[in-house]
């Protein structure tokens, strides 16, 4: 009875989808059933591999991607968060992300958290949304391991690297200490520095814990 009223749903949103134009998750515009359209899909690029080993990153913080990491950070659009992941999980198989992290082997997926009063006003924290999207691919425990204690402006906002070490400094906090240490893969929505990954993986790695790091986007390196 259950499953017959679920297909049925299935079936509605299915029946909607065809009878409403589909529009682009980056541009609004209509879109020929594409999440993103072509010219959208045209401006992403992957992320560089790393200056840094330890963290990994899926795309180039530039074109779509960034305007709709934008829109969903700053515009409060949760929608548009949605539809990132979801473009993201289709582009992403569960052995090309094993790939990028070099076949490392995981406990648990962790996120870096924003600010209780940014969540707030923001209604969803992005990091915590990928890092689930991630944990599901993975088929990893989430766990919530991290508080964040500071609300200072955006770290995108920092003048400099060292005004961006001195925000992350304290700015997180262990909530709770677990029994064993893990082999965490500790995930990000942006990273242009690093600098807040290391300060995340620091607490984490005082509390015995191994851990790699994972973003959705990175800010390319100014030529
Ligand atoms: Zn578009």
Redesign the pocket.
Known sequence: MIEKSAHSLLSIEKWLDALLPSR?A??D?V?NLQL??S??ESTISLANSGQSIEINSVFSYSG?IKKMIIEAKFCRNEKKAHALISYWSKQSSQENLLERLENKIFNAVCFVPIHWRRRLWRGFDLSALFANAVSHKLNLPLVDLLISNRLDKPLTLAHSKTEREHMTKDRYVMRKSLASPLSILLVDDVTTTGATLRAASQVLQKNEHKVCALTLAKTPARP
């Open positions: 682009c980056a541009c515009t879109s993103i359209c010219l959208c779509a």
